[in-house]
């Protein structure tokens, strides 16, 4: 069955940087977009970033645009956020979303929860 | 940049009725629409695609409905276990992918 598991998550000083990690299985990795979508403290969903099967396409919602960075390792079946220059704005639960189609989500991991905070 | 818009906020349902969730676009997405249902502390999950396909395992209870800039989805007899969040979401027009602001579904 269709497992993401989402990791690196944590609190971080604004300013600093995190890696976060989805390990994909259950399914041919690469024949899929993926996505990362937010979720900030009793707020509602915020897609972050897609990337393409073959890593040849990726896009950033404006908020991330320039500090974050979307990849992927396919051998390896992993998805990465690399976030940079943190704000307490990015603050949420990140999640790891297959696309399904034209840009859906059909399944999501449980999330991995970032904290920026001095 | 398509705005998706849903109401109500809040929708409070007693068990056995019906619920009717709405979620209007800034333009026309076609049918390019999706439902997600989120329940306390979990992830989303995909409730509807194509404003009115039903998702693989999802309850017939669970419809949607609509086209272009204004959308449905009902739920025809609410269950104790379909309290939650449901969240519509654009993907005719991208980026930026939209989500609603949600309708939070609760126990009359």
């Known amino acids: 069955q269709v497992q993401l598991v989402e990791s690196g998550g944590g609190l971080v000083k604004p300013g600093g940087s995190l890696r976060l990690s989805c390990a994909a299985s259950g399914f041919t990795f690469s024949d899929y977009y993926m996505s990362w979508v937010r979720q900030a403290p009793g707020k509602g969903l915020e897609w972050v970033s897609f990337i393409s099967g073959t890593s040849t396409y990726t896009d950033y919602a404006d908020s991330v645009l320039g500090r974050f960075s979307i990849s992927r390792d396919n051998a390896k079946n992993s998805l990465y956020l690399q976030m940079n220059s943190l704000r307490a704005e990015d603050t949420a639960v990140y999640y790891c979303?297959?696309?399904?189609?034209?840009?859906?989500?059909?399944?999501w991991g449980l999330g991995t929860l970032v904290t920026v905070s001095s | 940049e398509i705005v998706m818009t849903q109401s109500p906020a809040t929708l409070p349902v007693s068990p056995g009725e019906r619920a009717t969730l709405s979620c209007r676009a800034s333009q026309s997405v076609t049918s390019n629409l999706a439902w997600y249902q989120q329940k306390p502390g979990q992830a989303p999950r995909l409730l509807i695609y194509g404003a009115s396909t039903r998702a693989t395992g999802i309850p017939a209870r669970f419809s949607g409905s609509g086209f272009g800039t204004e959308f449905t989805l009902t739920i025809s007899s609410l269950q104790s276990e379909d309290v939650a969040v449901y969240y519509c979401q654009q993907y005719n027009v991208w980026p930026p992918l939209a989500f609603g602001g949600g309708t939070k579904v609760e126990i009359k």
């Open positions: 979303a297959r696309v399904m189609g034209q840009q859906l989500y059909d399944y």
